[in-house]
T-cell receptor, first 112, second 111 residues
Framework: KNQVEQSPQSLIILEGKNCTLQ??????????LRWYKQDTGRGPVSLTI?????NTKSNGRYTATLDADTKQSSLHITASQLSDSASYIC???????????FGKGTSLLVTP | DVKVTQSSRYLVKRTGEKVFLECVQD?????MFWYRQDPGLGLRLIYF???????EKGDIPEGYSVSREKKERFSLILESASTNQTSMYLC??????????FGEGSRLTVL
């Protein structure tokens, strides 16, 4: 069964600090790995999409990495801002059909 | 920019009522999806559609139906709402297996 697991479940950091969120996936056949940011009460917004051949992709202060051998991905946030407070969702995409496999998210709180 | 618009941000309905959730996208995407999101469970796929009048069941289709009469519009229907359908409903669209664009969500409360 395809699974996506994220850690930690929640995280609190001080404004200006860096942080890294983790994602382990078991998706077969694997096609792509996505990260979404979801503000409270809003719909998710795409941050990055990586195919199995990509190791890293950046979007501003967000950098995602992918290790297809170990089936792990990480999302690194540099110089955090209060607006980074949100839930970050890791999603594994398969070559089979249209279904995506969603993690339960990491809730990040950035405090002043 | 792609825009996915959900008709209602907040709805309150009574048990047994019929509920329509509407979603419209403006980028000519062939794929449209309905998810529900509950605390601790993440997003779960209810139904998706890859073309007009075409639909496929997702992981949790029971108690729901969908309609796609036009390419830009995908409706989720709760024939007889129940309290366990209280949730956040998210519509999304995509072109092929590319980036998924979500609407702002519809928070449904069934009393």
């Amino acid at each position: 069964k395809n699974q996506v697991e994220q850690s930690p479940q929640s995280l609190i950091i001080l404004e200006g600090k860096n942080c890294t969120l983790q994602c382990n996936y078991t998706v077969s056949p694997f096609s792509n790995l996505r990260w979404y940011k979801q503000d409270t009460g809003r719909g998710p917004v795409s941050l990055t999409i990586m195919t199995f051949s990509e190791n890293t992709k950046s979007n501003g202060r967000y950098t995602a990495t992918l290790d297809a051998d170990t089936k792990q991905s990480s999302l690194h946030i540099t110089a955090s801002q209060l607006s980074d407070s949100a839930s970050y969702i890791c999603v594994g995409g398969s070559n089979s059909g249209y279904a995506l496999n969603f993690g339960k998210g990491t809730s990040l709180l950035v405090t002043p | 920019d792609v825009k996915v618009t959900q008709s209602s941000r907040y709805l309150v309905k009574r048990t047994g009522e019929k509920v329509f959730l509407e979603c419209v996208q403006d980028m000519d995407h062939e794929n449209m999806f309905w998810y529900r999101q509950d605390p601790g469970l993440g997003l779960r796929l209810i139904y998706f559609s890859y073309d007009v009048k075409m639909k496929e069941k997702g992981d949790i289709p029971e108690g729901y139906s969908v309609s796609r009469e036009k390419k830009e519009r995908f409706s989720l229907i709760l024939e007889s709402a129940s309290t366990n359908q209280t949730s956040m409903y998210l519509c999304a669209s995509s072109f092929g297996r590319r980036e998924l664009f979500f609407g702002e969500g519809s928070r449904l409360t069934v009393l």
